[in-house]
C-alpha cells in the first residue's frame, strides 16, 4: 500500500469553550447510562426513539450479513428469474441446483430486506430494493465486485495499520501499483506478463464501463455541452463516456487519453460504434505524457479520489496546460459531504478507498482548492439528480489571476 495523504481538518463553526466540552462529556455519560435507557423504554413518549437506534445498531452490526444476501442473490442470479416472472421454491430450487431448505432460509433473508417480495400462490417477486438491481448491469457488476473488497475487510483495524502488503482491491486496480510493484512484474516473463497484464487492464476497464453509465446520465442530465467543439476524456477507460457524447451531442469531436492497454479498448470501442470519424484514443500516463492539445473542454471522470494528492495536482496542471484559454475542466466523482451536511455514501467511499490503498474521498471545496491551485478560475458546482453518485465541478482557464481556493459558487 502507499503512503496515504491526510485529509484536511474540518472547519469548525463559531467558538468552542470548556464549558461546551463539559456539557458534551454530561450528555455521554447520560446518553450511556443504564437509567436513561430503562427510562425511555418505559416511557411511551421516548420508546420510539430507543427503538429506532436500537434497531440502527443492530443494522450496523448484520450489515455485512446484509451484504452478503445481496452477493448471493446476485451471483445465482435470482433477482433476474423473478423479473422474468414470479417463481416458487421449487422453481428457484431449480434454477439456482441449491436444495430448498438451504435456499429457502436465502429467500426470506431477501424478502427482509426488501429484494423480494411475496406474490400469489406463494410464488416470489421482485421487491422495491431488488427491482434497479435486476434492471441494471452496472449495478450488479458492482455488487460482484465488492467479493474482492470483502476480503480486505475482514480484518479492518488491519487496513488502518498504514502502508504494507497490497490487499485483495488493490491488486485488483492495475494503476494503483507502485514503483516496486510494477517492476517486480515487470521482471517476469515477457508473455505471461503480457498476458495477464491485458487480463487486468481488461477486467477493471469492463468493471469501470459498466458501473459508468449512472455517472454518464447525471453528466448528461446536468451539463449542456453545447459550446464546445472538442472534447477530451483523461483516464476515460474504454470511452463509455466519450461514446455516450459523441451520439448525445453529435457535433462534438471526441478525444480519450488512457494508459495504452486501455487506449487500445477505447479505440476498438469507438470503431464498433462507428464514431472513427469523430474519436481518437491517445496512449499514454497522464502523470509522466503530455496531454493531447485542441479541446475546449477536458472531463476527469472518476479519476482524482482513486489517486493521491500530489497525482492529482499532477494530472490538474498537466489539463489546465493542455486547455487554451477560455477552456473549461469538468471534474465529476463521489465526494464527501462539507461540515455540517448530512454525510451520504462518506463511511463507504472511505473505506473503499483505503483498500484500494491510492486515493481519498475529498469534498468539494478540498478539490476547488485544488483546481484554483492549478491555474483555475470560476469554480462552480453543477447541481445533479443523484449526488451520491457523483457530484460535479467546473471551472474555467482565464486570463489573469485565479480566484482564491475558498471563492466558489455553489448552484444548489
Same mark, same amino acid.
Given at each position: ?65 446484509? $451484504? ?145 453509465? !449512472? ?41 480519450? !487519453? ?11 470501442? !469507438? ?60 471534474? $465529476? ?80
Amino acid at each position: 500500500m502507499k503512503t496515504l495523504d491526510l485529509a484536511s481538518l474540518p472547519q469548525t463553526h463559531g467558538r468552542t469553550s470548556p464549558w461546551a466540552d463539559r456539557l458534551g462529556a454530561l450528555m455521554d455519560r447520560w446518553m450511556t447510562s443504564d437509567a436513561l435507557y430503562r427510562w425511555s423504554v418505559s416511557n411511551p413518549l421516548t420508546r420510539w426513539v430507543t427503538r429506532r437506534r436500537a434497531r440502527q445498531v443492530f443494522d450496523l452490526m448484520a450489515g455485512f450479513v446484509y $451484504s452478503q444476501v445481496l452477493l448471493a442473490c446476485v451471483r445465482l442470479r435470482i433477482l433476474e428469474a423473478v423479473a422474468e416472472r414470479p417463481r416458487s421454491l421449487d422453481e428457484l430450487a431449480q434454477w439456482t441446483h441449491l436444495p430448498p431448505a438451504g435456499l429457502q432460509r436465502l429467500l426470506q433473508s431477501a424478502l427482509a430486506l426488501g429484494l423480494l417480495n411475496l406474490r400469489s400462490q406463494g410464488r416470489y417477486g421482485l421487491g422495491p430494493l431488488g427491482a434497479p438491481v435486476a434492471g441494471h448491469a452496472g449495478i450488479r457488476a458492482m455488487i460482484e465486485h465488492h467479493a474482492v473488497l470483502y476480503q480486505d475487510m475482514q480484518d479492518p483495524v488491519a487496513m488502518l495499520q498504514g502502508p504494507g502488503q497490497a490487499g485483495a482491491m488493490a491488486q485488483y486496480w492495475p494503476y494503483t501499483l507502485d514503483e516496486d510493484a510494477q517492476a517486480a512484474q515487470a521482471a517476469q516473463a515477457a508473455q505471461a506478463q503480457a498476458q495477464a497484464q491485458a487480463e487486468k487492464y481488461a477486467r477493471y476497464s469492463n468493471l469501470m464501463s459498466a458501473s459508468q453509465p !449512472f455517472v454518464v446520465d447525471e453528466i448528461l442530465a446536468s451539463y449542456r455541452f453545447d459550446d464546445h467543439q472538442v472534447v477530451l476524456d483523461v483516464g476515460g477507460g474504454q470511452g463509455t463516456f466519450m461514446s455516450r457524447l459523441a451520439l448525445h451531442a453529435k457535433h462534438l469531436q471526441v478525444k480519450l !487519453f488512457d494508459l495504452p492497454e486501455v487506449a487500445a479498448l477505447a479505440r476498438a470501442n !469507438f470503431a464498433r460504434q462507428g464514431l472513427e470519424s469523430r474519436s481518437e484514443a491517445h496512449p499514454g500516463s497522464f502523470l509522466k505524457d503530455t496531454l493531447p492539445q485542441g479541446a475546449d473542454l477536458v472531463t476527469l471522470i472518476r479519476v482524482a479520489h482513486d489517486h493521491p494528492d500530489a497525482d492529482v495536482r499532477t494530472v490538474l496542471a498537466a489539463i489546465y496546460e493542455a486547455l487554451p484559454p477560455g477552456g473549461t475542466l469538468l471534474l $465529476s466523482e463521489p465526494m464527501a459531504q462539507e461540515q455540517g451536511e448530512t454525510p451520504q455514501g462518506d463511511a463507504y467511499f472511505h473505506f473503499y478507498l483505503l483498500a484500494m490503498g491510492a486515493g481519498r474521498l475529498r469534498t468539494p471545496r478540498e478539490l476547488m482548492a485544488m483546481m484554483a491551485e492549478a491555474g483555475f478560475s470560476h469554480l462552480e458546482i453543477v447541481p445533479n439528480p443523484m449526488p451520491l453518485q457523483t457530484q460535479i465541478l467546473i471551472g474555467r482557464k482565464c486570463q489573469g489571476l485565479p480566484l482564491k481556493p475558498d471563492s466558489f459558487v455553489n448552484n444548489n
